[in-house]
Every structure is written in C-alpha cells, then in structure tokens.
C-alpha cells in the first residue's frame, strides 16, 4: 500500500518539478502527438525558466504526492489573474494534475485533487474550474467521477497542432 503525502513545491524542487512535469506530459501525450509538437512544448512550457517563473507566482502554487520520498505526481492550481483564462468569478483553477503511469489507478489523483478543493474550500471559492483534452477519456471520466460538468471549450496549443480541450467544472 502506498504512503502518500501532499507538500507544497518551493524553489529549492524545480529540478524535480521540470522532471515530473516533463516525464508525465510525456507518458500522458507521446503516444498521441508528433515527436517534433512534443520538443516544441516541452521546450517552451515545460523550461526551467517558465516553471521557474510559474513557481514565483503569488497567485500560483505547486504540490507534489509522495510515495515515502519518491515524487510519484503534482498539482498545479492558480487563483485571480494567474488563471489560464477568467472564466468564473472567485474560481479556482487546476492548470494540472499529473501523475506517473506506473502509480495511477491507486488514488495518488484523487488525493491530489483533494488537497485543490480543500484549497478552494479555504480560500471561500464558489467553483474549481479546468481543461482536459476532448480526447484524453481517462481524465474526462475521472473528472464526471468527482462532480464536474463540462461549460465550454477552448484551444490548446501544442507545438503547431491546435487541439480542444473541454472546460469543466466543480460548483463547491
């Protein structure tokens, strides 16, 4: 059984953020995507620099899930103006959640989406909002699971390929 625990990402774990990051997009896209698409997003989103400057936002924060001293996932949550896209007032958004192949379908995601709405609930939020790929069905369902409910759509880009992502949310 796994020991998981949730902690807050500083500074000091880019290193680890930019591996996690880099190596679940991975694990989650590849197989759908141009090899030349990939290098191109995780050259431009996925840089030490933007996760550097994502991590100093105020208005942004990272959590990693641990198996004993293992990174095995991470969230990323954004409130106000460091939101994706403004699409509720007073509204949380959850800009990621990722977790590697070998430790999904253990409960790692849903405990990281746990520690977003206790955020949301902390912070007085009226919804957690988020985009997931029209095409990615394991998220989609994981998603419908935990109460969301799909209000809009928009484009993603990745590298050149512009892809819809459904827009969900979660009235709390």
Not at 84 to 101: A, G, H, P, W
């Amino acid at each position: 059984m796994l020991e998981i625990q949730i902690k807050k990402i500083t500074l000091d774990n880019l290193e680890q953020l930019q591996k996690i990051s880099r190596q679940t997009f991975i694990e989650t896209f590849a197989q759908f995507n141009s090899k030349e698409n990939m290098e191109k997003y995780l050259y431009e989103s996925l840089s030490f620099e933007q996760l550097k400057l994502e991590l100093e936002n105020e208005f942004s924060d990272f959590y990693f899930a641990y198996n004993d001293s293992e990174v095995i996932g991470y969230l990323k949550i954004n409130r106000g103006e460091a939101q994706t896209e403004k699409k509720e007032d007073n509204s949380l958004e959850i800009e990621r959640i990722y977790v590697l192949e070998k430790f999904q379908g253990r409960r790692v995601g849903q405990m990281l989406f746990q520690k977003a709405v206790e955020i949301a609930q902390s912070h007085q939020m009226d919804f957690i909002w988020l985009g997931v790929w029209e095409k990615n069905e394991k998220a989609i369902q994981f998603y419908l699971k935990n109460g969301f409910e799909v209000f809009d759509k928009h484009i993603f880009k990745l590298g050149v390929d512009l892809q819809t992502d459904l827009l969900m949310r979660l009235k709390l």
